[in-house]
């Protein structure tokens, strides 16, 4: 079954990017990573790659899994499986169709309230419905509990300023090696005038 090689179920919701629900069957995931950190990266290169490609994301393969996105109206649904076996996709989109849905219809009534995302422990409820479906137990711990907004916006920032340093050292290097083949060009075209 299909279910069996579920690693992980991770629910965000769009707009703000908050990871709102998440059930670990397998963790994939290097100890001590955030899960914000890397489903708002995966978030990020599948916003980024809809902008650059004619076609979506629909799932990203790893050595040894595959990651799957599927966006609803107020969720971005994230599967990781285990690439062990041949999954047919069509199985798989049907399974996880039925989780974003019966998701987004339990708590549709809940985005359209203000400050919804104070209290996110209400989606832990769904907890029982997945179950249902995939008829597995997750591992016991629960990471996703409540949000410390200033936590998360301290982590986010340091997130920014780093890959804005990595982009200007980039830059830097790019414009010395500009500056170094204009010069040689110079100093070759200097030597082919005399």
Known sequence: MIED????IWILEIESGIVIYEEIYNDITKHGIST?????FLSALVSFAGEVFVDELKHIK???????????????????????????????????DEIGKKFELKFANLYNKEFWY?????????????????KREPE???????????????KLNEL?????????NRKQK??????QRVERLESEMKKHDT
Do not use: A, C, W
Request: charged share 25%.
């Open 174 to 179: 790019l414009q010395k090696v500009y500056e």
């Open 36 to 40: 914000d950190m890397v489903l708002n």
């Open 118 to 134: 104070v209290n996110i422990e209400v989606f832990n409820s769904f907890s029982k419905d997945l179950r249902e479906i995939i």
């Open 62 to 96: 790893l050595s040894n899994h595959k990651i799957f996105f599927s966006f609803l109206k107020h969720i971005m649904l994230v599967i990781s499986i285990t690439d062990k076996i041949s999954i047919k996709e069509t199985k798989l989109s049907v399974l996880i």
């Open 5 to 8: 090689f579920i690693d992980g």
């Open 140 to 154: 016991p711990i629960k990471i996703v509990h409540s949000i410390n907004f200033s936590e998360k916006i301290k």
């Open 160 to 168: 920014i300023d780093n890959e804005t340093n990595k982009f200007l």
